[in-house]
């Protein structure tokens, strides 16, 4: 029972963004159809059955209501684009376990009830698309990282077990990311736009830089049965 574990400490991310002041996070109900094969030589007159196509379900979050929340102001735009979308539920630390699915949102209420006895709620329905990826223990990550810039310089040193990085380069009107993860693929969101699933080690699209300025580049590294990390870059022209 030494894994055993309450919710407290559980999150929820939509790409690389976590959603916050969340309360309550369902768990998705997976069903399979069950396909009649019953004969008319079936044993003692017993339906018999074969399985059909699952069904990934839907799952509920619920919380307050928090207009400062990135996260939640992002679930908005979601659902207004109908954006399909990775989530990943990561549950308490000792459980060392998560769930990725990619979802869009069926529902969404922001603030949709105020009276005096509680704090202005919020809610959302998931629906899962395809197989979710049930993960208990992390994957390996990225072993080396390397960026295009006109003299860029990554601070601190890259390490696999560091995730937060900031990049300085001058002139460039584009750069372009190089993870290695071997056996693992990234999905690469800037801004917390969803730029596309690669395989480890092959070239991002580039990200423009059309003059001075910063963007948020954000690597998920994911492994079918492990549960993903994220590495975070604040990349930054600064002529």
Not at 92 to 100: D, E, H, I, K, M
Not at 131 to 156: D, E, H, V
Request: glycine content about 10%; some cysteine; hydrophobic content about 40%.
């Amino acid at each position: 029972m030494s894994n055993v574990s309450r919710g407290l400490g559980a999150t929820l991310q939509v790409g690389a963004t976590q959603i916050g002041t969340i309360t309550k996070i369902g768990s998705p109900s997976m069903k399979r159809d069950a396909i009649d094969v019953t004969v008319l030589s079936s044993v003692n007159g017993f339906k018999q059955y074969i399985a059909g196509l699952a069904d990934p379900g839907t799952f509920t979050v619920e919380g307050f209501f928090d207009t400062s929340d990135s996260g939640q102001n992002l679930l908005n735009t979601k659902f207004v684009n109908s954006t399909v979308d990775t989530y990943t539920m990561t549950f308490p630390t000792v459980l060392g376990a998560s769930w990725t699915a990619s979802c869009f949102i069926k529902e969404l209420e922001l603030g949709s009830e105020a009276d005096t006895t509680k704090a202005i709620p919020f809610k959302a329905t998931f629906q899962i698309s395809g197989q979710p990826t049930i993960g208990t223990s992390a994957t390996a990550g990225i072993s080396a990282l390397t960026l295009t810039g006109t003299s860029g310089a990554l601070a601190p040193t890259f390490a696999n077990n560091v995730y937060a990085y900031s990049y300085t380069f001058i002139t460039s009107t584009s750069i372009t990311l190089t993870p290695i993860a071997a056996s693992q693929q990234y999905t690469m969101y800037v801004d917390g736009v969803n730029q596309g699933t690669f395989n480890g080690g092959s070239v991002s699209p580039a990200v423009a830089f059309a003059s001075v300025g910063s963007h948020k580049i954000d690597l998920i590294v994911s492994q079918a049965g492990y549960t993903p990390v994220t590495y975070s870059i604040v990349a930054v022209r600064t002529a």
